[in-house]
């Protein structure tokens, strides 16, 4: 039998070692990546002169002639050898994490210093890290910790007794869990008791979890997007698309915005309804391998090999294509900041779908992508952190 869950809905996962390690959450990757794809609306975008820059990671003068300036920059200790392994922007903060599993939280508008610390040993693996309310969570092994966000100290660490595949999620009354048994769990926050469990009714894995106060919604290698009540394991709606959803699913609104391995980016629309519909896809010319980043009005595919695209949020339709793209910055005024596999911020215009111009950023390694601003947070290989802008 299928415990606590509708009893019609005879669900069923078939755990695969190679899709244990398909999420990897938007919020910590820091890879370059990109996408394009072909479109009788989109229009790809030929090369642009390319301002050089000095020795220095940023420096002043190169970025007068981009039309940016530096709103603060400053340097992390940095070990021999140690490099950085995640960077996030969440919320108010900018969190960096090193490969050695050391954790700084800073202060993302001023640079300041909010924490730093050992979030966990440096052998140990560390999945996901997400804020709710005060805590920063994260998997560290197979154990849920919470850290304060005030001062990163661990405040609870908890072993819930699952083989987890995806990182924690959580809404005010339950955490919920992907993991090994194939099986979503839903584990009461102040105990971790667990409460309910669901299961997809093909052989998939899940590989990526979503939640708020109304659902949580997850995806599978097998294609299935599937919403449950956030309070019991009672199915709203289930969306199929053909192969292993890529990444995670992003929520804005009432739609919901996701890559699959299909070549396909998707928009589907539904709310707590007994269905839901395509809202749109736009396929691309490569198998995708990550989620878009979606802003008020676009969403920015990455494709491998083929670079990044811009697609209109309400029709789906591309309005640029940036060969050497790998991902958004920010985005300001009707720009689009874009980092390239050459290790140039692009700017491009999004009315028109032309190049503006291009700045030599050889010394940034790593980046925040920004969806909700202007503000571009980039690093280099010497612990440099720096906070860019556009001028006005």
Known sequence: ????????WNMQIVLRRNAMVVLAVSLVGSG?????????????????????????????????RARLRTVWQMTLPLKPGEKFDTIALLGDRLYLRSDRNYLWSLDAAKGDMVFSRSAAPESIPMMGLVVHGDDLISLVGNQIVEYSVATGIERRVANPGLS?????????????????DRRLHALRTKDLVRMFQVAPENDSLITTVLADEEMAVFGTNEGNVIAIAADGPRKLWEFKV???VAGSIIRDGDSFYFACRDTNVYRIDAGQTASARLGWRFQAEAVLDRAPRVTDR??????PGRGLTAIEKGSGQAIWSLADGLDL??????????????????????????RLYSVNWAPVIGHASNTQGARMYVVDEHGRVACIEPTR
């Open 1 to 8: 039998m299928r415990p606590n869950f509708c009893e019609d």
């Open 32 to 64: 370059f990546s990109s996408h394009v794809a072909k479109a009788s609306t989109s229009q790809t975008v030929a090369a642009a002169p390319v301002v050089k820059v000095s020795d220095r990671l940023l420096p002043a003068e190169l970025l007068d």
């Open 164 to 180: 987890v595949v995806t990182p924690p999620v959580r809404n005010s009354q339950y955490f919920y869990l992907a993991a090994a």
């Open 242 to 244: 053909p192969e292993a």
């Open 298 to 303: 676009y969403v920015y595919q990455y494709a």
């Open 329 to 354: 910055l920010a985005e300001a005024d009707g720009k689009a900041y874009v980092i390239t596999r050459i290790r140039t911020l692009t700017v491009m215009d999004n009315a028109s779908g032309k």
